[in-house]
């Protein structure tokens, strides 16, 4: 970057940086956007394949879910570190739809590139994107069904459509029930759902339809003790953030003893104060004990002998679900521990789960905290299961607060693309230009649908388009035909805000990078200047013929 200045070239940027400016660094950053969302563009939809992410130590693995491959791999390319950041937005606000997401930027930016080419000005697409983002969002509520938390039958939906292609496969059913009847459990007064409240525990070994829902706590630890009961039924639960062990000294402090019997008087007092601090969690009535820190040899015994189930160093998460599970409060001093802070549950017991003991806490009155244990035949099946699971959790939470969903299938895709293109023969100048480019952009759904399900992309979208103007406004893909059926009576629905979100994420990134007209990398400090390894690496210096 030299400047002519009385002749001599004035140097501003460091030797070795880099710097490409206008179209050129445009071109680059569109490309490695382009890249990313090729890269996660064959998983989207049902029929959508899978990818297989090996990393330096050599673990596997293998999922369907657009943000875990964006995550998993290294991209090193700053325009397209954005597009993961849309991914990981999406997943931290709604849970589901990060590939949708990743796609519509990446046709969005595809579309504006052919813009550019008309020498139409980044600002003024910008701003198209921004008007019809807009508009996309009150079209969608157009087309929104409201729901109640009643329907399960519609959640249970839901939860289908969220795990569809993502390996859960011939049990879905089991795991969607599994799914609206957690979340059901979980739901606070005021509608809003903490999916925080539901421990999901994977378990390698058995079916997938051998995984279940304990109205309770499963927590991965065993009973302290042999000789403590295996089996604990109208369990009155102590949860106790402090340690059963004498306390150390804080102070530096020396005892001297010169006699057998002094030793022996220490040893006896140290004894009976475990013993007093066992008696007066036994006074409260309570029969299990679940501790966050440690527990003594000598308080084992005692408590093994007093008949108390006992687990220790629980995490403090596990306590608080736990609180909400059973009621309880979880108290930091033994000596105040009162019968009224024990929680209570129908049944304590440890039980082998493969070849793990863990400790079920079950038959809770209203638990307001849940578990569910995912079982599968490898890791690689219970991982994948556990995204899945992941994903109708979050979408069922979202349906359950904001009682709103659309159709899937590329439904909303396509009614959105035809009322944008009406909208911007309303809108003059060359933002209209911008605006029916988004209209195309969103078309990209669909078309990836049918593409993955090895249908003809240019069939689908004519047959869906021709529906949308007859007013089915829920005419979506049929993923096995081909044809286009209502979404709603086929059963394939997402909540509003997963649309939402997606779009809203989609334009901003989309328009965030299609401002950026310089790029300058420095020397020092990163791996030499902008690495090459994505597509559109920079190449050389933007010299002075870019206009």
Same mark, same amino acid.
């Given at each position: 970057?030299?400047?002519?200045?009385?002749g001599?070239?004035?140097?501003?940027?460091?030797?070795?940086?880099?710097?490409?400016?206008?179209?050129?660094?445009?071109?680059?950053?569109?490309?490695?956007?382009k890249?990313?969302a090729?890269?996660?563009?064959?998983?989207?939809g049902?029929?959508?394949?899978?990818?297989?992410l090996v990393?330096?130590?050599?673990?596997?693995?293998i999922?369907n879910?657009?943000?875990?491959?964006?995550?998993?791999?290294?991209?090193?390319h700053p325009?397209?570190?954005?597009?993961?950041?849309i991914?990981?937005?999406?997943?931290?606000?709604? /849970?589901?739809g990060?590939?949708?997401?990743?796609?519509?930027?990446?046709?969005?930016?595809?579309q504006?590139?052919?813009?550019l080419d008309?020498?139409?000005?980044?600002?003024?697409?910008?701003a198209?994107?921004?008007?019809?983002?807009?508009k996309?969002?009150?079209?969608?509520?157009?087309?929104?069904v409201?729901?109640?938390?009643?329907?399960?039958?519609?959640l249970?939906k839901?939860?289908?459509t969220?795990?569809?292609?993502?390996?859960?496969?011939?049990?879905?059913?089991d795991?969607?029930?599994?799914?609206?009847q957690?979340?059901?459990?979980?739901?606070?007064?005021?509608?809003?759902?903490?999916?925080?409240?539901?421990?999901?525990?994977?378990?390698?070994?058995?079916?997938?339809?051998?995984?279940e829902?304990?109205h309770?706590?499963?927590?991965?630890?065993?009973?302290?003790?042999?000789?403590?009961?295996k089996?604990?039924t109208g369990?009155?639960?102590?949860?106790l953030?402090?340690?059963?062990?004498?306390?150390?000294?804080?102070?530096d402090?020396?005892?001297e003893?010169?006699?057998?019997?002094?030793?022996q008087?220490?040893?006896?007092?140290?004894?009976?104060?475990?013993?007093?601090?066992?008696?007066?969690?036994?006074?409260?009535?309570?029969? +299990?004990?679940f501790?966050?820190k440690g527990?003594?040899?000598?308080?084992?015994?005692?408590l093994?002998?007093?008949g108390?189930?006992t687990?220790?160093?629980?995490?403090?998460?596990?306590m608080?679900?736990?609180?909400?599970a059973?009621?309880g409060?979880?108290?930091t001093?033994i000596h105040d521990?009162t019968?009224k802070d024990l929680?209570k549950?129908?049944l304590?017991?440890e039980?082998?789960?493969?070849?793990?003991?863990?400790?079920f806490?079950e038959?809770c009155?209203?638990?307001?905290?849940?578990?569910i244990?995912?079982?599968g035949g490898?890791?690689?099946?219970v991982?994948e299961?556990?995204?899945?699971?992941e994903?109708?959790?979050?979408?069922v939470?979202?349906?359950v607060?904001?009682?709103?969903?659309?159709?899937?299938?590329g439904?909303p895709e396509?009614?959105?693309a035809l009322?944008?293109?009406e909208?911007?023969?309303t809108?003059?100048?060359?933002?209209?230009?911008?605006?029916e480019?988004?209209?195309?952009?969103?078309?990209?759904?669909?078309?990836?649908?049918?593409?993955?399900? /090895?249908?003809?992309q240019?069939?689908?979208l004519?047959?869906?388009?021709?529906?949308h103007?007859? /007013?089915v406004k829920?005419?979506?893909?049929?993923?096995?035909?081909?044809?286009?059926?209502d979404?709603l009576?086929?059963?394939v629905?997402?909540?509003l805000? +997963?649309?939402t979100?997606?779009?809203?994420s989609?334009?901003?990134?989309?328009?965030?990078?299609?401002r950026?007209?310089?790029?300058?990398?420095?020397?020092?400090?990163?791996p030499?200047?902008?690495?090459g390894?994505?597509?559109?690496?920079?190449?050389?210096m933007?010299?002075?013929?870019?206009e």
């Open positions: 970057m030299a400047g002519q200045f009385g001599t070239p004035v140097l501003i940027l460091k030797e070795g940086s880099q710097r490409t400016a206008g179209r050129e660094a445009q071109k680059s950053n569109i490309m490695a956007a890249a990313v090729g890269a996660v563009r064959t998983t989207l049902p029929k959508g394949m899978d990818k297989m990393d330096t130590m050599g673990d596997v693995v999922t879910d657009g943000v875990t491959i964006l995550k998993e791999m290294d991209i090193e325009a397209a570190k954005m597009m993961v950041e991914a990981k937005t999406q997943d931290a606000e709604v /849970g589901d990060t590939t949708t997401a990743v796609v519509l930027a990446g046709e969005l930016l595809k504006a590139e052919a813009l008309q020498e139409i000005h980044p600002t003024v697409i910008a198209g994107y921004r008007a019809a983002a807009d996309s969002l009150e079209i969608l509520k157009t087309i929104g409201s729901v109640s938390v009643k329907d399960e039958a519609l249970k839901i939860a289908i969220a795990m569809t292609g993502k390996g859960s496969g011939t049990a879905r059913d795991l969607a029930d599994l799914t609206v957690a979340i059901k459990a979980v739901v606070d007064e005021d509608g809003s759902v903490d999916t925080d409240n539901i421990t999901v525990e994977k378990k390698v070994g058995g079916g997938i339809t051998d995984s829902l304990v309770g706590m499963v927590i991965d630890k065993d009973r302290l003790h042999p000789n403590m009961p089996k604990v369990a009155k639960i102590a949860l953030n402090a340690a059963i062990e004498i306390e150390k000294t804080e102070v402090a020396k005892i003893i010169t006699s057998p019997d002094q030793l008087a220490f040893l006896d007092q140290e004894e009976s104060m475990l013993r007093n601090m066992v008696d007066s969690v036994t006074k409260t009535g309570a029969n +299990v004990v501790c966050q527990i003594d040899d000598l308080a084992q015994h005692f093994a002998k007093s108390i189930y687990v220790r160093r629980v995490k403090k998460s596990d608080e679900k736990l609180a909400r059973t009621g409060r979880v108290v001093s521990l019968a929680g549950a129908g304590v017991e039980r082998k789960i493969g070849d793990e003991k863990m400790t806490v038959e009155d209203n638990p307001k905290s849940v578990s244990i995912l079982r490898t890791e690689h099946v991982d299961l556990d995204r899945a699971m994903d109708a959790l979050r979408v939470g979202v349906v607060e904001d009682k709103m969903l659309v159709p899937g299938g439904a396509v009614e959105l009322r944008l293109r909208y911007a023969a809108v003059g100048g060359r933002e209209q230009l911008a605006i480019a988004f209209a195309d952009a969103m078309e990209v759904i669909p078309k990836t649908l049918a593409e993955n399900a /090895g249908l003809d240019i069939d689908c004519v047959a869906l388009r021709s529906q103007e007859k /007013g829920s005419a979506g893909l049929d993923m096995d035909t081909g044809e286009p059926v979404m009576k086929l059963g629905i997402e909540p805000r +997963v649309k979100q997606a779009i809203n989609a334009a901003e990134a989309a328009v965030m990078i299609l950026i007209d310089d790029v300058i990398a420095s020397k020092s400090g990163g030499g200047g902008m690495p390894g994505m597509p559109g690496g920079m190449g050389g933007g010299g002075d013929d870019f």
